[in-house]
């Protein structure tokens, strides 16, 4: 079971959007117009890109400061999300727990986020720990990649790449859908993030949820 972080597992109230516009702001003088940007199912690395290529920066540019940049957004995402900064979506706690003791279930993440980004997000929101392995925009920009990436980490922690629909991908934008069919993997939509209903419908994911509440959820990602 992959879970992507942002508008699924969690909600940072735009505060990781704005710190990663901060950290434009300082390595290029400018962050693009990135309140009217779509971050939703990108990858941090391809927001830079897009973000820089819409202020008119080449990306041959952009490229090698791309470490500095995440560097000072990591230092910013850490200030940004002290204290209780950090939202867990409905039904997220109850759903991991339950999951946590189904056997033969396993707990990944596949999400845009830098790994250490994830990281500062799900420890802010006390969910770390919940998952053994993950997929990173650290891995791949494009999210695409990102399954297989998964299923190696998988093959390395449990002996097991969990093949076809096995793989379980769980995410609240168009990119984690077609991320999930990309890597022949099943796709559960959940409605809690930047994309309604109705768009995520008209992808036709394997299962669509409004919320990760169990039981509902469980059943949908238990198939
Ligand atoms: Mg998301």
């Given amino acids: 079971m992959l879970f992507d972080v942002d508008g699924t597992l969690v909600s940072t109230g735009g505060r990781a959007g704005a710190a990663l516009a901060s950290a434009l702001e300082e390595t290029f003088g400018t962050a693009g117009p990135w309140e009217s ?8 690395p391809q927001i830079v890109f897009e973000l820089m290529g819409l202020a008119g920066l080449p990306r041959s540019a952009v490229e090698p400061r791309l470490p500095a940049v995440i560097a ?3 230092g910013r995402l850490r200030d940004a999300l002290s204290g209780d900064a950090v939202q867990v979506l409905p039904g997220v706690r109850e759903l991991l727990a339950e999951l946590a003791g189904t056997p033969g279930v396993h707990l990944g993440l596949l999400t845009g986020n830098v790994a250490p980004g994830a990281a500062i997000k799900l420890g802010a929101a006390g969910l770390d720990g919940a998952f053994a392995i993950g997929a990173y925009g650290s891995d791949d920009e494009d999210r695409n990649k990102l399954v297989a990436v998964a299923r190696d980490r998988a093959r390395e922690h449990w002996g097991d790449e969990f093949a076809g629909f096995r793989t379980v991908v769980i995410g609240d934008a168009e990119a984690d859908v077609a991320c999930a069919r990309a890597g022949g993997a099943r796709s559960v939509a959940v409605a809690s993030g930047w994309t309604n209903r109705g768009q995520l419908a008209s992808l036709g994911p394997d299962a669509l949820l409004d919320t990760l509440e169990p039981p509902a959820a469980l059943a949908a990602i238990l198939g």
Avoid: I
């Fill in 72 to 74: 000072h957004y990591l």
């Fill in 37 to 44: 940007f779509r971050y939703s199912g990108k990858t941090d």
